[in-house]
């Protein structure tokens, strides 16, 4: 797989008025982009979130451990075609908007072939992961949710031309429509034919907005001028390598422990420990769902900023969207440090809150991944997925060798499910450190060591105090929870984090003008 080369500058038009633009006005770009992708991904996040919940309660711990396994399974295929996808036809079309067009055709007839490859061999492969599940059961519900990488590689196409031309509002109405039809279709189908029902609302799903961003984005016009779908393919190649990779990342510590545990229980009870995993990953990577709107602001940005060889506009860029990127995401892991158990039992009942041991330490790991993966589209931004397929991979190499050291030496409940998390976070960690690497080498940018320190302090008095919160029922985790992420912003406050600059920033997003 071949990095994308940059066009020669010789002979090049001059490049657009944005491109001299004072950097205060990229910001005020950047953050409108991310206030209309930010509401999206909010209420993406809301409707997964609710998904879950009400799918544990509807169906019980030992289906809810199946969908979230085969879930788990299918999105580390669909999310690495989807995000390659969007970010290599976004990549191509903010180069130039007169080849949208162009890019979106390419992508189109190369995606009906990768997809439809996906989607095949998903279905062939059914009955050899549900034997490493040691659960013949698993294959007819992997073959239920075969055809989502098919439906969403093409689908992708039409968010990443959107994206590349910058139409954030239209993308982020995708968002809101598809979260919206794939809530009611699940649980829908969930209450009236439980797990099957729920696998096949997700493709009924799938199926509803593919057909909504053809309408709205338009097929390819006739006559439109052709794009040598080799370039889409030499970068499309180490993007989707390296979104499989950062999608493994995100579900393998969930695959794995349901593996482990098959080895030591049977089905039914293995399902259930999985279950209760995936409720405490379901809060943990709440920080890279909020976050993961910010990959889809700075892509295009970055692309631009290093066509252009404007060094100056991607060092603020890095080093602007690490800083938020940091505060936001501790911020969230701050509320959740805060009293774990209370809030699994207060979202999911007692028999849910059997993840709380696993959860502390997952949210730590998780917000290193949700930065890398900022970091990361950076990276790719610039024409160097090589470089992040590394960075991934000694995740994964990380993660996993400590999972097989720690994990089966612990006896199934609590210490194997704090085992697999501390293994997962260690390889997080691992990854975020060799990107921290790269981009001071690269661009001579990382995040303010002031804004680490400041983050750093007011993370630990907000679980401190949110600890001290006497009391073990609802009203007392909400206050625990509430109390901790007010403590964390006001430090940040008196700390002068936010300074006349930001504040001048978010005005002018928050502004109409």
């Not at 879950?52 to 295929?77: C, D």
């Not at 162009?102 to 989607?119: D, I, M, T």
Request: charged content about 15%; aromatic content about 10%; overall charge positive.
């Amino acid at each position: 797989m071949t990095e994308s080369p940059n066009p020669e500058p010789t002979g090049a038009p001059p490049p657009p008025p944005e491109a001299s633009a004072p950097r205060a006005d990229r910001a005020v770009e950047a953050g409108r982009g991310a206030l209309f992708i930010g509401v999206a991904k909010v209420f993406f996040m809301l409707s997964a979130f609710v998904q879950k919940v009400l799918l544990l309660r509807i169906v019980g711990p030992a289906e809810f451990g199946i969908f979230s396994v085969v879930n788990a399974a299918v999105s580390v295929v669909n999310n690495a075609t989807v995000q390659g996808t969007i970010q290599s036809v976004s990549k191509f079309t903010a180069e130039k908007d007169e080849q949208a067009e162009a890019v979106k055709r390419a992508g189109l007839r190369l995606q009906l072939l990768v997809g439809g490859a996906l989607g095949i061999g998903f279905f062939l492969a059914a009955p050899l992961i549900a034997a490493k599940y040691n659960d013949p059961g698993f294959a007819r519900w992997i073959r239920l949710v075969a055809p989502i990488p098919f439906l969403y590689s093409l689908y992708a196409v039409f968010v990443g031309s959107a994206n590349g031309q910058r139409r954030f509002r239209l993308q982020a109405s995708f968002d809101i429509g598809y979260s919206s039809i794939k809530t009611l279709l699940l649980l829908g189908g969930a209450a009236l034919f439980g797990v099957g029902g729920a696998i096949g609302g997700f493709v009924g799903a799938a199926i509803a907005i593919l057909v909504v961003a053809a309408v709205v984005m338009g097929l390819p016009k006739p006559g439109a001028e052709s794009f040598p779908m080799r370039r889409l393919v030499s970068f499309m190649g180490g993007i989707v390598a390296y979104t499989f990779l950062i999608n493994l990342s995100l579900q393998y510590d969930l695959l794995l422990f349901r593996w482990f545990v098959a080895q030591v229980t049977e089905a039914k009870e293995a399902n259930a420990l999985a279950g209760f995993y995936e409720t405490a990953r379901n809060f943990a990577l709440l920080p890279n769902s909020a976050l993961l709107v910010i990959t889809f602001v700075i892509f295009p940005l970055v692309s631009r900023s290093t066509f252009q060889e404007d060094q100056a506009a991607t060092r603020a860029y890095v080093t602007q969207t690490l800083r938020y990127a940091l505060i936001l995401a501790v911020a969230m892991a701050a509320v959740l440090w805060a009293r774990p158990r209370g809030l699994l039992e207060l979202v999911y009942g007692e028999a849910g809150a059997g993840g709380a041991a696993a959860l502390p330490i997952l949210v730590v790991g998780v917000v290193a991944l949700s930065l890398l993966g900022i970091a990361s589209a950076m990276i790719n931004a610039s024409g160097r997925p090589r470089v992040t397929i590394a960075l991934v991979s000694s995740t994964l190499i990380v993660g996993t060798a400590c999972a097989f050291a720690l994990v089966p030496r612990q006896s199934p409940g609590p210490a194997m499910l704090r085992a697999a998390a501390l293994a997962a976070a260690i390889g997080m960690a691992t990854g975020f450190g060799g990107a921290l690497f790269y981009l001071r080498a690269r661009f001579a940018a990382n995040p303010p060591l002031a804004t680490v320190l400041r983050v750093a302090g007011a993370a630990a008095l907000a679980v401190g105090v949110g600890r001290a919160v006497p009391g073990t029922g609802a009203l007392s985790t909400l206050g625990s929870l509430a109390l901790a992420g007010i403590v964390y912003l006001v430090v940040l406050v008196l700390a002068r984090e936010f300074g006349p600059a930001d504040r001048d920033k978010f005005r002018k997003i928050l502004s109409r003008r």
